[in-house]
């Protein structure tokens, strides 16, 4: 069975740290997808034992450089990594959020949240983004928004509902509107197979 998990790294980290990095690792190049309009820069590589794929991507949309490691065996490979580069934690961010003051820190820091959390629901950082969602700067509500959609957790659709209906701003209410279709739909789907193989198993 194929995992994933996006790894974020707390300092400068650089396409050239990467490719040094590869070579040292013994990673096979894969392939190269240069930056469009819509797409981030990335690099793919596969791991000696070929049970992980390691992607570098320059996300420009989300401002964010990380790291998507995924395959049926990646545990060695996230070791590895996390042996040789500092990566966010939970507790790292939530110290980002505590130290931040301004509006353009807190959005990049919502930036590297929505990209980390790809794993199940942690409540603590869920409540980052609540308390997010109710910034006095309306542009940080929006961004709060846009991060929490890159999540998979469907605790945040009464969340979204209620920004949607409730807002100040009639921006942030649009943002809002399509932010909690966007996760109802992906909420449904996942519900859908899960009914299925109910139905089938019974």
């Not at 050239?16 to 690099?43: C, N, S, V, Y």
């Not at 996760?183 to 089938?200: D, I, K, L, N, Y």
Request: proline residues 6%; charged residues 25%; hydrophobic residues 40%.
């Amino acid at each position: 069975m194929s995992s994933k998990i996006r790894l974020v790294p707390r300092t400068s980290t650089s396409r050239a740290d990467m490719e040094q990095l590869a070579k040292q690792l013994g990673w096979t190049h894969h392939r190269t997808t240069q930056r469009g309009e819509q797409a981030p820069f990335e690099i793919t590589w596969l791991a000696p034992d070929r049970g992980a794929a390691i992607h570098w991507i320059e996300d420009h949309l989300v401002r964010v450089d990380y790291l998507l490691v995924q395959g049926p065996a990646i545990a060695p490979t996230v070791s590895s990594l996390k042996s040789r580069i500092d990566f966010h934690s939970s507790e790292s961010l939530q110290e980002v959020f505590d130290g931040t003051r301004d509006s353009s820190a807190l959005m990049d820091a919502l930036h590297a949240l929505g990209v980390y959390c790809s794993g199940p629901f942690d409540p603590d950082l869920f409540a980052l983004f609540r308390w997010s969602m109710h910034d006095p700067d309306p542009l940080v509500r929006r961004v709060a928004l846009l991060t929490a959609s890159l999540t998979d957790w469907p605790e945040f659709i009464p969340l979204v509902n209620y920004v949607r209906t409730h807002d100040p701003s009639e921006s942030v209410r649009a943002q809002a509107e399509t932010i909690f279709d966007v996760m109802s739909t992906r909420a449904e789907a996942v519900r859908e197979p899960a009914q299925s193989s109910h139905q089938e198993g019974g």
